[in-house]
Nanobody
């Protein structure tokens, strides 16, 4: 399984971006996905995740109501729609995948087997 993340960029506060993560290989309905981010000098943190096709995404508190995670199995792609962006959202965003990941493990980066290369999101004030 290989993951390719894209869609990052520079945006003003209040703006929007949509990140995409395309999976190659057997990224079928049994795979769960996560989005993580890492800001300079900080640890990688969980942003959003979903356990399987049709599962309800979960979010970290700081992005609830602003970010929406979705998946398109036909395209082997997961998305992270980010609205009302804040300077604090500036980070490198990574997607990750693991077959059969359970809800309680979604927020733990060590639970994932596959990672994309990351895409930079910069929000200016």
């Amino acid at each position: 399984v290989q993951l390719q993340a894209s869609g990052g960029g520079l945006v003003q506060a209040g703006g929007s971006l949509r990140l995409s993560c395309v999976g190659s290989g057997p990224t079928n309905r049994g795979y769960g996905f996560g989005w993580f981010r890492q800001a300079p000098g900080k640890e990688r943190e969980f942003v959003a995740g979903v356990t399987r096709s049709g599962g309800t995404p979960v979010y970290t508190d700081s992005v609830k109501g602003r970010f929406t995670m979705s998946r398109d199995n036909a395209k082997s792609t997961v998305y992270l729609q980010m609205n009302d962006l804040e300077p604090e959202d500036t980070a490198v965003y990574y997607c990750a995948a693991k077959y059969g990941i359970i809800l309680s493990s979604l927020r733990d980066s060590t639970s994932y087997d596959y990672w994309g290369q990351g895409t930079q999101v910069t929000v200016s004030s």
